[in-house]
T-cell receptor, first 107, second 114 residues
Framework: GIQVEQSPPDLILQEGANSTLRCNFS?????LQWFHQNPWGQLINLFY???GTKQNGRLSATTVATERYSLLYISSSQTTDSGVYFC?????????FGTGTRLQVFP | DAGVIQSPRHEVTEMGQEVTLRCKPI?????LFWYRQTMMRGLELLIY????????DSGMPEDRFSAKMPNASFSTLKIQPSEPRDSAVYFC????????????FGPGTRLLVL
């Protein structure tokens, strides 16, 4: 089955710093989605991004499907960005989640 | 829109008891998914429905788990009898009719089986 790997597993930043999170997937996937799980456990949609680049405020994502990876960029990080970031690749109707990147942003 | 609604938000029960988790998907969504999140296994899909029909239940861990979707606005996940290893956060997600592959997650039910 599809394997989804994320790196780095942990990331510690000071407020204002930029970061790049990576998601590699092992096989052809239909589409890809990025989520943020906040410290209260809620999973929040960030991007649905089968290919190309999307931006939403300080966050942007790029997926290069032919090379089987996606990147999530966080600029000018804030303490509210803390939590776990998951990418999930679609295999037909099923979402396969990566193991996540745990981000801690300190003031 | 209220988003995906799950109840209860927290459940503490004793081993052997029956547990029922409930989910109300976003109105108009035609697919519903149940996930489980644990430290050891991460987020894993248990079962999903399209138009109230179970499509793939290969992720259901064993016969103690069952799920139903009697109508488009309600689904249940039942564990009977519950065991301590079932302790986890259970998420329900729904998917829009028009956008086939974007899933929206509920707040989750945190289950602790003693």
């Amino acid at each position: 089955g599809i394997q989804v790997e994320q790196s780095p597993p942990d990331l510690i930043l000071q407020e204002g710093a930029n970061s790049t999170l990576r998601c590699n997937f092992s096989d052809s996937v239909n589409n890809l989605q990025w989520f943020h799980q906040n410290p209260w456990g809620q999973l929040i949609n960030l991007f649905y991004i089968p290919s190309g680049t999307k931006q939403n405020g300080r966050l942007s994502a790029t997926t290069v499907a032919t090379e089987r990876y996606s990147l999530l960029y966080i600029s000018s990080s804030q303490t509210t960005d803390s939590g776990v970031y998951f990418c999930a690749a679609y295999n037909t109707d099923k979402l396969i989640f990566g193991t996540g990147t745990r981000l801690q942003v300190f003031p | 829109d209220a988003g995906v609604i799950q109840s209860p938000r927290h459940e503490v029960t004793e081993m052997g008891q029956e547990v029922t988790l409930r989910c109300k998907p976003i109105s108009g969504h035609n697919s519903l998914f149940w996930y489980r999140q644990t430290m050891m296994r991460g987020l894993e899909l248990l079962i999903y429905f399209n138009n109230n029909v179970p499509i793939d239940d290969s992720g259901m861990p064993e016969d103690r788990f069952s799920a139903k979707m009697p109508n488009a606005s309600f689904s249940t996940l039942k564990i009977q009898p519950s065991e301590p290893r079932d302790s986890a956060v259970y998420f329900c997600a729904s998917r829009p009719r028009q956008i086939q592959e974007t899933q929206y997650f509920g707040p989750g039910t945190r289950l602790l089986v003693l």
